[in-house]
């Protein structure tokens, strides 16, 4: 065992990573997980049948790695899993002949069967939003990377136009939901096609947008305002936001429906302060361009 682990770390030096790869799945047969740490990789025993639980900082990254699928699909578990599983079989309905990744970033400690070929990462604990989505963006092997919340539902082909759309390299980021802004303070939901940013209920931007952005915040431990913060980033770099009509349905959202409203608030509230803290004076990376002012509090 020890022997393969040695051989593992000799092929990520050499940065041969599939190899590594390879050799870590052989590990993960016989019944355990290398770790990897700064004292170097260690092995925990896994228990059977069950995808081995770790920190985020075990995640290892595939980004700078070549691709090695068309897209990949990112979900996120923090309770409520069949709804993860209603949209990994809807857009399996509608995937098409393109290679497809799903990562499922499982932070919630349940028990669920997953469909075969979606890799699943297994946290110990729930570290928040913005961290749960980064294990599965670090996972990323597509090309082409849309964020899914598990209130979507596809209905249709919609990495189609996910795809011609991001083929433009003038966009950075897309999606079939909107939002532009006139003060920083209210955001309306927009048909765009140009908009300021786009709603995390279905985020989707090419996978090397990334290296120029970075990853979310992982200071959004709610998954509010995190989308507007990440899609300015994009922005940021010169791209633009856009509106891509998709074929899917709306879901009841559970971490909003089942959050009390006085916590709602507060913490809505913090993450909306934090990237207003960071974009208050970023007019310029807004549709309209110029600051009117009003005097609302943040809706998303």
């Not at 993860?84 to 290679?99: C, D, E, K, Q, Y």
């Not at 110990?124 to 980064?134: M, S």
């Not at 913490?267 to 909306?272: G, T, V």
Request: contains cysteine; aromatic residues 8%; hydrophobic residues 35%.
């Amino acid at each position: 065992m020890q022997a393969l682990v040695a051989e593992r770390e000799e092929r990520r030096r050499a940065r041969d990573f599939g190899a590594a790869d390879e050799l870590r799945e052989r590990v993960a047969k016989l019944g355990y997980r290398i770790v990897d740490s700064a004292d170097g990789p260690r092995l925990e025993i896994v228990d059977a049948g069950k995808p081995a639980r770790m920190r985020p900082s075990d995640v290892e990254s595939v980004l700078d790695e070549p691709t090695a699928a068309d897209v990949s699909v990112q979900w996120v578990v923090q309770g409520w899993p069949e709804d993860v599983l209603r949209g990994i079989a809807s857009f399996r309905r509608h995937g098409g002949s393109r290679t497809v990744q799903h990562v499922v970033v499982e932070a919630s400690g349940t028990d669920a069967e997953w469909p075969e070929e979606v890799e699943v990462v297994a946290l110990e604990a729930d570290p928040g939003w913005g961290a749960d989505r980064n294990c599965g963006l670090r996972r990323a092997a597509g090309g082409v990377v849309v964020v899914v919340d598990g209130s979507i539902e596809a209905t249709g082909d919609v990495l189609g136009p996910i795809e011609e759309t991001l083929a433009d390299p003038t966009v950075g980021v897309c999606g079939p939901f909107g939002i532009t802004t006139t003060d920083m303070r209210h955001f309306d939901e927009s048909e765009g096609p140009d908009v300021d940013a786009i709603e995390g209920y279905l985020v989707a931007f090419r996978r090397n947008v990334l290296s120029r952005t970075g990853l979310f915040d992982e200071k959004f431990r709610f998954y509010r305002s995190a989308d507007i913060e990440f899609s300015f980033r994009v922005k940021e770099q010169g791209l633009r936001a856009v509106v891509v009509p998709l074929p899917v349905e709306r879901h009841e959202h559970r971490m909003w429906s089942t959050t009390p409203e006085r916590e709602r608030d507060r913490l809505s509230k913090r993450n909306y302060y934090r990237f207003l803290d960071r974009f208050r004076e970023r007019f310029d990376l807004t549709v309209a361009g110029e600051e009117i002012p009003h005097h609302h509090d943040h809706e998303n």
